[in-house]
């Protein structure tokens, strides 16, 4: 046993190799470039709205007592995913950007309440005002910057929108194969859409990211 536990602890240190000085050339090399450092940050934010988003659905749908906290978190945590836009499209457009994508949020909770109490005509409006909401966005985001084509930018919002319902639907009638299969799809379709928006920057911003 004890020749398992040196043997692991070897392999441990061989596999981790040697030791890098904070500030050396070496480690300068293993810093990530600024344009990998952005897609990373924007995908861990855009992976965590992911999660949060599916906390409020089930939270929401199973009357759990965290629903209002979730939600708040959700709502809050919106600013936080613009803000990486900030130092290239200024305060002003990640204010609009947060504010929609905070409404987004709420319409998701209409659609919800709606659903839960089998209104179809409230669901339809709810659609619809998600649908001008993801318009809004879209447009937002394609004026500040063209590499972010509004047709793609409208075709990926619309299809985040597919998936959220299917998963709305797909809980309230406990098809729990359907739910979680619109659950991946929808986190596999946001870390892609965080990607592009990084690429967008970079491409808008080539100097800035030598």
């Not at 293993?30 to 450092?37: E, N, Q, T, V, Y």
Request: some cysteine; proline content about 4%.
């Amino acid at each position: 046993m004890k020749r398992l536990i040196l043997l692991l602890i070897g392999l441990t240190v061989v596999l981790a190799g040697p030791a890098v000085a904070p500030g050396s050339a070496v480690d300068q090399k293993c810093l990530p470039s600024a344009a990998a450092a952005l897609e990373s940050d924007l995908r861990s934010l855009w992976c965590m709205q992911s999660i949060l988003m599916r906390g409020m659905i089930i939270s929401n749908l199973s009357a759990l007592e965290d629903a209002n906290t979730v939600r708040e978190k959700l709502l809050y945590s919106q600013r936080e995913l613009a803000q990486p836009l900030a130092p290239f499209y200024g305060q002003m457009a990640v204010d609009r950007l947060a504010a929609l994508l905070r409404e987004h949020v709420s319409i998701a909770s209409d659609v919800m309440a709606a659903a839960k109490s089998a209104n179809d005509e409230a669901v339809e409006d709810a659609e619809k005002r998600w649908h001008v909401n993801a318009d809004g966005v879209a447009d937002l985001l394609s004026t500040v910057n063209p590499n972010w084509a509004k047709r793609e930018l409208i075709e990926t919002l619309y299809k985040h929108l597919d998936y959220t319902t299917a998963e709305i639907v797909a809980r309230l009638g406990k098809d729990w194969k359907t739910d979680l299969e619109a659950c991946e799809g929808d986190a596999q379709l946001m870390q892609g859409f965080a990607a592009s928006l990084a690429q967008g920057v970079v491409k808008q911003f080539p100097a800035r990211f030598p």
